[in-house]
């Protein structure tokens, strides 16, 4: 058992870099391998998750990157221009829908989701291209062997007639989860939250302690980007914020907003508490749901 799926990820990866060796690129080389006759019909080795096809590109990106050499696809257009583009070059929306239910009716499914993606990317108001896309995309969920792969179909189809996933708030995080996070994953999750076009030529220093931990850090935004070094304090701060860790924990969890902990005096702020407020009203929240099939929204 576990011998025969040792053998089945050695074929991949080794197949996988000797066809690249011969020059094949990513989408050809996860289109050519299958499982050897061998194994085949073993079970436990076929793809009811993972797929072969998935797999090869991933040894190709983990050798040599995205970039398949061809310059064409060194700097494209971004999805919406280059799909208004195709459509222009397949003679408009309806010639295309036109000739994509010629080839759905002979099967070519992968190639008219392909075609309709274009269409609704560059238009997606139209209904005749979602639904043709839908189509496509629910018959390639039917015949394919991969679990996540039938959900991705089935779910894109979804989305093509029910339109995109309903905006919704921010989930809380685990209580296990917040309490496991270090506070070197907190500061690094605030840099991944700063909008960078909000920060554009601001620099602010916050000296932080937690001293029901006995931790300090400091946190510097320059150049639009948040850097933070631990068991430091800057001498010359904008701010000092002081709070007990499982005061955090509930803020990052939402039970407790930050102005609620300063009046509560569970948060003290020396220095200039505007420069906090500030850092703060640059980061991002991340909703939960967004658009796949269709160009982003305005948010």
Known sequence: ?????????????????????????????????????????????????????????????????????????????PPVERAKKMVEYMGGAPAAIAKAREDFARGEYRWVADAMSQVVFSDPSNKEARELGADALEQMGYQTESATWRNAFLFGALELRAGPPRQMPATRANVDVIRGLTLDLFFDFLGVRLNGEKAEGKTIVINWTFPDIEQRYVLNLENCALTYLADRHAEKA????????????????????????????????????????????????FAV?????EPLRPR
């Open 238 to 285: 904008d701010a000092d914020v002081t709070m007990n860790r499982s005061t955090l924990n509930r803020v990052i969890q939402r039970d407790l907003a930050l102005p609620d902990a300063l009046t509560q005096g569970l948060v003290r702020i020396e220095g200039n508490p505007m420069k906090v407020a500030e850092l703060f009203g640059m980061l991002d929240e």
């Open 289 to 293: 749901g967004f658009e796949i099939l």
């Open 1 to 77: 058992y576990m011998a025969k799926q040792r053998d089945a990820y050695k074929y991949l990866h080794d197949q996988t870099l000797r066809l690249m060796n011969h020059g094949w690129k990513s989408a050809d080389i996860a289109e050519k391998l299958t499982l050897p006759k061998s194994l085949h019909d073993e079970w436990h080795v076929r793809g009811y998750y993972g797929t072969f096809s998935h797999n090869a590109k991933s040894v190709y990106q983990r050798y040599l990157g995205w970039y398949d050499a061809n310059p064409a696809n060194l700097n494209p257009l």
